[in-house]
């Protein structure tokens, strides 16, 4: 069974840059299609990444498209979001989510793995 661990939140202000690092452990990682969701308060959680085992395939929210990058390193069994020129309203709490099927999926209930979370605030 795969363990997801999320990594690299913290505070940040507009227009600034954060790496999120989703480290796994237990069964390998590398067959699994990945993705990025997050929660705002009062707010339901939404997509926003979500990359193919090979890393070849992406696809990204339009509210991030530009901005953020969904990359893995499947050798450190570890899948990265490196977000840039943050704004306010992407502060929210981040989840890292595998999946065993290698097909990308925008919906949260196609997942089976889920982290913990990590939280991104972003100052205006």
């Known amino acids: 069974q795969v363990q997801l661990v999320e990594s690299g939140g913290g505070l940040v202000q507009a227009g600034g840059s954060l790496r999120l690092s989703c480290a796994a452990s237990?069964?390998?990682?590398?067959?699994?299609?990945t993705g990025w969701f997050r929660q705002a308060p009062g707010k339901e959680r939404e997509f926003v990444a979500t990359?193919?085992?090979?890393?070849?395939?992406?696809y990204y929210a339009d509210s991030v498209k530009g901005r953020f990058t969904i990359s893995r390193d499947n050798a450190k069994n570890t899948v990265y979001l490196q977000m840039n020129s943050l704004k306010p309203e992407d502060t929210a709490v981040y989840y890292c989510?595998?999946?065993?099927?290698?097909?990308?999926?925008?919906?949260?209930?196609?997942?089976?793995?889920w982290g913990q979370g990590t939280q991104v605030t972003v100052s205006s």
């Open positions: 989510a595998a999946r065993r099927l290698d097909v990308l999926s925008l919906s949260d209930f196609a997942y089976d793995r």
């Open positions: 237990g069964r390998t990682f590398s067959s699994y299609a």
């Open positions: 990359i193919s085992w090979s890393g070849g395939n992406t």
